[in-house]
Structures are given as C-alpha cells and as structure tokens.
C-alpha cells in the first residue's frame, strides 16, 4: 500500500471513490477539522478508537474467566 500525500488550503475537498468527500474545515495551532461526506453505509472511524477497542476485546479475551452460582443470590425465589 502507498500512501498519498496531499496539500489542502482551508474549505478545499479530496474525493475518494465516486462519493466520499473529505474537506478541510478548519486549523487551529496543530490541530485540523475535517468533513467526512459519505453514504451511510460508509463506515468512517477515528483510527486510535479502533486500536483501542481492539486492545481492550484483547484483553478480556485474555483475562480469566470468573464464574457466580447466581442461583444462591437472595433475588432468587
């Protein structure tokens, strides 16, 4: 995979495909706003929050499993 690197001023848009629009909206210091324009069924994620969803499944796929006799709580007739 390669990577495209591109120079936007402020409300200029990349396209992507036939129908994602990515806008540059606003800079402010080292930070920049961006538009995402897609069909719904485009699924647009912050990519950190993927990481990190993923290391958390990980970890709880990897912690020990606890286990509760539910039948001996007093909310059990």
Known sequence: MMM???SRKLNET??????VRV???GIDGDKIKLGVDAPRD???FKK???VA???TNMEALNAPTVS???SKTSDNP
Do not use: M
């Open 4 to 6: 495209l690197i591109l």
């Open 14 to 19: 990349i396209v992507i495909g036939e129908n």
């Open 23 to 25: 806008t540059l909206l």
């Open 42 to 44: 485009v699924k647009v």
């Open 48 to 50: 950190e929050l993927l």
């Open 53 to 55: 969803t993923r290391d």
């Open 68 to 70: 509760f006799d539910l």
